[in-house]
Nanobody, 118 residues
Framework: QVQLVESGGGVVQPGGSLRLSCEAP????????MGWYRRFPGNQRELVAA???????NYVDYVKGRFTVSRDNAKNTAYLQMDSLRPEDTGVYYC????????????WGQGTQVTVAS
């Protein structure tokens, strides 16, 4: 069983920045769309940002212009650069390696806490 390794969460003041990282095994990373999700009450998850194997990106509206998703294929690592953070960004963020539709597997990170408070 594979679990992605996340890091980079922490506590930051409003307007500050964090950079989340997510590392996956190379065989998984090279074939996966990498997504970042946040958790809501009831254990629901919302897609915040994603990047495909060939570099196309997508963002939820409220992070556009503030967050940037990227991937470093040499390091098998995806990143979420979070700038201009707001208190409402607070939550647990999870990364996902998604092999669909070519394959039927998905792998999740353990989650990392982001807290934005003054």
């Amino acid at each position: 069983q594979v679990q992605l390794v996340e890091s980079g969460g922490g506590v930051v003041q409003p307007g500050g920045s964090l950079r989340l990282s997510c590392e996956a095994p190379g065989s998984i990373f090279s074939a996966a769309v990498m997504g970042w999700y946040r958790r809501f009450p009831g254990n629901q998850r919302e897609l915040v940002a994603a990047i495909t194997t060939d570099g196309f990106t997508n963002y939820v509206d409220y992070v556009k212009g503030r967050f940037t998703v990227s991937r470093d294929n040499a390091k098998n690592t995806a990143y979420l650069q979070m700038d201009s953070l707001r208190p409402e960004d607070t939550g647990v963020y999870y990364c996902l390696a998604d092999g669909r539709p070519r394959s039927d597997w998905t792998y999740w990170g353990q989650g990392t806490q982001v807290t934005v408070a003054s």
